[in-house]
């Protein structure tokens, strides 16, 4: 916040953009770290961390908005800068009412406890959408260790259903009845089924599931491709409860038949992402001020 409010300092009208472009180059950032990504793809971190710190210095009084996507310090943010503050953070910034009342607004918790009070201070270190990022991240990563515990403690016919499910929904195997029919069906020759790529039958996947524990190296994997040359097939998908050695990805990268390993972790995300095996407990919508609307001049 404190190189945001000295980019202002000259009193003009600078663009977000600008400040954004300004303080990477200050940091030295580099292009990977610039074009860094949320969790969700939808916003770059450090462009995401300048709006906020924003935010933050507005609400407190230190900087205003002109004019749309613009920002200019206030004679309060002078004021700031003249007593050379090493740094401005949430706590800094507590000094000031209007801010404190923009924090009340965000979180009223009267009856924290301690241990409430330290994660409050470390969930401050980081903006509104890292923080819903993070806490969806973990809520994530605690569903795809459920979902590989049951899949492994249930019944092997049950893995078969699995990847039936989730492959139909990800769009392949044409209707469910035929996807049913095709996995499972041969368990001959390292291949465990046939699926459709599309709805229409235009070409077949063979696919191998494993419902392993142990991890699944590179003589597995040639098992496979050797049965896929010996049915004239070009594609395979490979799905298992566990992991792949390094040795396999390496030999599925170099051979010319399109192989797809599909790992438990893997596997289980796209569980979720296609509401295979999970169900929606609550659901949070991120919206955000449209200036366009209140632009009635």
């Known amino acids: 916040m404190l190189p945001l409010l000295h980019h202002a300092a000259d009193g003009a009208d600078h663009p977000l953009k600008e400040a954004v472009e300004a303080l990477a180059k200050k940091f030295q950032l580099t292009e990977e770290e610039a074009h860094a990504y949320l969790p969700s793809g939808q916003q770059f971190v450090f462009q995401n961390r300048v709006a906020w710190a924003r935010t933050y210095l507005k609400k407190a009084g230190l ?3 002109p004019r749309r996507g613009c920002l200019r310090i206030t004679d309060r943010g002078r004021s700031v800068l003249e007593g050379n503050p090493t740094s401005i953070d949430v ?3 507590e000094r000031f009412p209007e801010f404190v009342a923009f924090k009340q607004l965000r979180r009223d918790k009267p009856d ?3 241990a409430d009070n330290r994660a409050s201070s470390n969930a401050d270190e980081k903006t509104p959408h890292e923080a819903l990022e993070a806490a969806h991240d973990r809520l994530r990563s605690e569903l795809v260790a459920e979902i590989l515990t049951t899949i492994k403690s249930s019944d092997p016919s049950v893995f078969e259903e699995i990847v039936v499910d989730l492959l139909v929904r990800m769009g392949y195997g044409g209707s469910r ?3 049913g029919r095709a996995i499972g069906r041969s368990g001959d020759e390292g291949i465990d089924g046939i699926i459709k790529e599309d709805r ?3 070409d077949i996947i063979y696919v191998q599931a494993k419902r392993w524990d142990t991890t699944v190296g590179r003589p597995e994997i040639q098992k496979f491709a050797g049965a896929l040359e010996g049915q004239r097939a070009r594609k395979g998908i490979f799905l298992t409860t566990s992991e792949f050695s390094r040795e396999a990805e390496e ?6 038949k399109k192989i797809i390993l599909i790992d438990g972790i893997t596997m289980a995300r796209h569980m979720i992402d296609f509401g295979v095996g999970v169900s929606l407990v609550s659901s949070y919508e991120v919206k955000k001020l449209d200036l366009d609307y209140f632009d009635l001049a």
């Open 63 to 65: 900087i205003s908005s």
């Open 200 to 202: 229409l039958g235009l």
């Open 251 to 256: 030999y599925v990268s170099r051979i010319d």
């Open 91 to 93: 706590g800094f910034l």
């Open 112 to 114: 924290e406890s301690p």
């Open 177 to 179: 009845k035929d996807a």
